[in-house]
């Protein structure tokens, strides 16, 4: 029945269309007008609508900004995180300043120079280059700052000190994921995937000593102020490993390990007491991968050195879970 | 020029060889090919806005088997947005914008009987049909179409053990753009060959509108790119279903470890992007060119620095080959490569920065007449400004590690290649539709289009950014699995009304356009007052465009309001008075 009504009803609103442009071109044919040429009224009807609408829009953004900034990502909980929100915010203002100024310019000249009556000239006005050396260069400039920053912070990151860090692998497949720390001799085992199978769900070559004590988990634990270097593998696809808080996103390729440093600086803990009580870091997949891609995730846990320890030590090595298994 | 040979329906609307019946015919495919890509749209957008509600229409368009108890399912979900992004990119915003407007101006603008090859020009149209049948087909086939976004990354579209459209839907993904390819690559040799050497008398590169510009730069991309995306999809194939390691190593899938070592998947990554960014410009550059012509008309001024125009155009699209890495800053991609794309790609704001700059000054102390078209263009420099300044955020290889494929990305470039190039195509069908079918398009209509379509879709994608920045994911079937995104449902209920607001206003624009092919007040030759060869044609569409000889062009194509003159245009046919500069 519904499907009746939204077909008659669809139906009734085409007819009316019809009617309606049909009495429009009526009135034209009776005034002797050519009801489709754009008139003076129009001009001036559709420069003030461009200009409401344009100022309406501009407001628009500003109250989106204020409505929903609470719902952003926290300010960062990484060391690199912190010089990243920083051009972040650098970028923004800019950004956003030539947003509204161009605007302001489009939407202004439009409502000025609109052609109002008959008499209303344009002015031939073909080039000038002075101007046109001046509006490229000045970009020019502001944007080889932009670079010079940019590619400062990109290299802070990427030409991290590694020498401190911690080796942990994050092992992605569909749809979870898997962390891999080295035990005690700080020395991840090597992999291969057709070991993949049962209880050795990464892959880990046991006959390699370095294997023997690595400890897989399926939450990803991290000590607050201590540099991690994340290795990342993928058993099938190409997943990406996202955490928006860190400001850490590196993709997991099948066929290659890729790499990501970073130091934790605030504790699960403390982001609760910041961010309300149900605050939990996460690690989630940012590169599509299958039905379940929206809901691939792990659990971040951030502590100080002795929590990390406690826990660490409840989690069995590999050589326990593989010779249990045999 | 043969005028009076007899035509049958066939050879009049069917096989045409005429340009201009090409062009009505890539035009209608695109505009039916771009309501199946929006309705996909809204169809995902009530799951993202209710996620795991029933819906009828859900039911009713995708079946008990895809929608069950009108629950959008998750891998027709990932499809849906598949399809939606292959169709609007390649259907509508590629061979629908470019396929039309270069048909239908390049021989009217440069003053040519028709396209440097008809017969080229025609398999264009039908290789380009039967990729559009072929695509549509694998909507219907079991395992569904393909799933793996429109960037295809292996090995999830190698493998239909990953995901079930990575299956037949996938083969007939590649099929269809290899019909697309093709269809693409004839198209554009036949443009830069016709305007490199059918141009009229007088008809310098110099005097080219800069419409003709544009169109003859995206050809020359398209020729150099697409051929790289033809033989990414063939190694693929080649992984797919003959064994090889393209891009597949150490894979274990469904309990099973796959024989495939040594390829690598960031080189499909590398090969794909090759093509993929020139595409973005492909995309973009027929609406600058379009966009310009119909500013500078209806300002009644010149294009201001038409030197400077056609330089960005070259400059836009010379970086374009020399970005695609942006895509890839977080692939582990070697760091240094990351910098390298990060310099070259904020390169491309200084010419885009030029471009706005340019139009700001044509609008200058214009005396701007609102047509639908003008507005349409004017809301191609709002979204050109706000896209473009996105942009400036995502090419920052440091600043995109926490958007990289966020909604962040999905706002940015819906507005800049998304928005802006629907805007342009508007703009030019408006503007053009007297030349096409000698009829006027109705302007009340056109300005209710406008305005909704305007504001509905910076509703839809302005707020995307904020998603974006809260962390969100794209390609998510859902956010409820994750706390941390709760609050932002309310703009996902946002967005979705202004999607489903703007998908129907587009029934207005399609009604006027097929109302007022039939039914329209009769155009005279001239109706916009403009300067360019087209308009010196007859109203009624003749092969060869012009009864007698084709005219000399004697001037470049913006004398508007010249002082000295008694009109406030001269067409490029009129000789320089005495003593008369040129420009």
């Not at chain 1, 209303?120 to 050396?133: P, S, V, W």
């Not at chain 1, 005690?184 to 769900?201: F, I, M, P, R, T």
């Not at chain 2, 449902?489 to 207005?508: D, P, R």
Request: net charge neutral; with cysteine; charged share 15%.
């Amino acid at each position: 029945m519904t499907n009746v009504f939204i077909v008659v009803i669809s139906f009734l609103l085409v007819v009316t269309l019809v009617q309606l442009v049909r009495v429009g071109q009526l009135l034209g044919d009776i005034r002797k007008k050519d009801f489709n040429v754009v008139t003076e009224t129009d001009n001036k009807r559709q420069s003030f609508l461009m200009l409401i609408v344009g100022l309406a829009f501009l407001a628009s953004c500003v109250w989106q900004y204020f409505a929903w900034n609470p719902l952003l990502l926290p300010s960062a909980s990484s060391e690199h995180g912190v010089i990243i929100d920083e051009l972040m915010r650098f970028t923004m203002i800019l950004i956003i300043s030539v947003f509204f100024l161009l605007h302001l310019f489009l939407f202004y000249f439009l409502h000025k120079y609109k052609k109002s009556s008959d008499k209303h000239k344009a002015y031939y006005y073909t080039h000038n280059n002075k101007l046109e050396y001046i509006w490229t260069i000045v970009p020019a400039i502001i944007l080889t700052g932009v670079i010079l920053y940019g590619l400062n912070v990109w290299d802070r990151i990427t030409n991290a000190d590694t020498s401190e860090a911690s080796v942990i692998e994050v092992y992605g497949k569909q749809f979870g994921w898997n962390a891999r720390y080295p035990g005690e001799d700080q020395k991840l085992g090597s992999h291969d995937y057709k070991l993949v199978g049962g209880a050795n769900a990464l892959g880990i070559d046991i006959d390699d000593v370095n294997s023997l004590d690595d400890k897989v988990t399926r939450e990803l634990h991290l000590v607050v102020g201590k540099p991690v270097l994340m290795k990342l593998r993928s058993q099938d696809i190409i997943h990406s490993a996202f955490m928006p808080h860190f400001r850490v996103q590196m993709n997991c390729v099948p066929g290659m390990t890729t790499q990501f440093v970073f130091t934790p600086t605030k504790t699960t803990k403390e982001m609760k007491m910041l961010e309300g009580d149900d605050f939990e870091y996460v690690l989630l997949c940012n590169k599509i991968c299958g039905v379940a891609h929206y809901n691939m995730q792990m659990k971040v846990v951030v502590e100080t050195q002795e929590e990390y320890d406690a826990w660490l030590l409840k989690q069995g090595t590999l050589s326990e879970k593989l010779l249990t298994q045999k | 020029m043969s005028d009076h040979h007899n035509e049958t329906f066939l050879s009049k609307y069917i096989f045409s060889l005429d340009h201009k019946m090409i062009a009505k015919q890539f035009l209608i495919t695109g505009m039916f090919m771009g309501v199946v890509g929006m309705l996909m749209s809204i169809l995902f957008r009530l799951q993202l806005s209710n996620p795991g509600e029933s819906f009828a229409v859900l039911e009713w368009f995708l079946g008990e088997k895809w929608a069950p108890d009108g629950v959008l399912d998750p891998n027709m979900y990932l499809a849906l947005v598949t399809m939606h992004g292959t169709i609007l990119i390649f259907w509508v915003l590629t061979a629908g914008l470019t396929g039309t407007f270069a048909n239908f101006l390049i021989p009217l603008q440069i003053g040519a009987r028709d396209m440097a090859s008809g017969f080229i020009n025609m398999l264009s149209y039908w290789f380009f049909f039967a990729a559009t049948i072929v695509l549509l087909t694998s909507l219907f086939v079991e395992t569904g179409p393909a799933s793996a976004g429109w960037t295809i990354y292996p090995p999830l579209s190698a493998l239909p053990q990953a995901i079930p459209g990575s299956g037949l839907g996938q083969d007939l993904w590649l099929i269809a753009m290899t019909l697309f390819i093709v269809s693409s690559l004839l198209g554009g040799l036949n443009y830069i060959v016709t305007i490199l050497n059918l141009r009229t008398k007088g008809m310098s590169m110099t005097r080219l509108p800069l419409v003709m510009w544009a169109l003859f730069i995206v050809a020359i991309l398209g020729v150099l790119s697409f051929p790289v995306l033809l033989s990414a999809s063939l190694l693929l194939v080649f992984d797919r279903t003959f064994g090889t390691s393209f891009y597949l190593s150490d894979i274990v899938i469904a309990g099973e470890a796959l024989h495939h070592t040594g390829g690598s998947p960031i080189l499909f990554e590398h090969l794909f992007w090759f093509l993929g960014h020139p595409e973005v410009y492909i995309i973009l550059l027929p609406a600058l060119g379009i966009v310009s012509e119909v500013i500078s008309v209806n300002s009644r001024k010149p294009i201001f620095g038409y030197k400077a125009m056609v330089i960005s155009l070259m400059a836009i699209a010379f970086l374009s080959f020399i970005v695609w890495g942006h895509h890839m800053f977080i692939t582990g991609m070697d760091p240094f490569l990351g910098s390298v794309f990060t310099f070259t790609t904020l390169l491309i704001a200084i010419p885009s920065a030029v471009k706005v700059f340019n139009y700001l000054a044509t609008l200058w102390r214009g005396s701007i007449r609102f047509t639908p078209a003008m507005l349409f263009a004017i809301g191609f420099v709002s979204t050109f400004i706000t896209g473009g300044l996105t942009g400036i955020v995502l090419g920052d290889s440091a600043l995109d590690i926490n958007v990289h494929d966020t909604y962040f990305v999905v706002g940015h470039f819906h507005i800049v290649m998304g928005l802006s190039a629907i805007y342009g195509m508007f703009a030019g069908v408006y503007h053009w539709f007297p030349k096409m079918y000698g009829k006027m398009m109705n302007k009340k209509l056109g300005y209710i289009h406008f305005w909704v379509t305007f504001i509905s879709a910076y509703g839809v994608f302005f707020p995307m950014h904020f998603l974006g920045l809260a962390g969100l994911p794209r390609r998510y079937y859902s956010n409820t699995a994750f706390p941390m995104f709760e609050g932002l449902t309310n703009i996902n209920e946002i967005i979705t009304f202004f999607a489903i607001v703007g998908g129907i206003v587009q029934v207005l624009f399609i009604f006027n356009f097929f109302y007022s092919i039939f039914y329209g007040t009769k155009a005279s030759k001239n109706p916009w007052g403009s300067t360019t060869l087209e308009w010196t044609t007859p109203i009624e569409r003749i092969h060869g465009n012009w009864p007698g000889e084709i005219p000399t062009v004697r001037r470049w194509a913006y004398d508007y309001s010249k002082p000295g003159h008694d009109t406030d245009f001269v067409p490029q046919t009129e000789p320089l008075k005495e003593g008369e500069e040129e420009h």
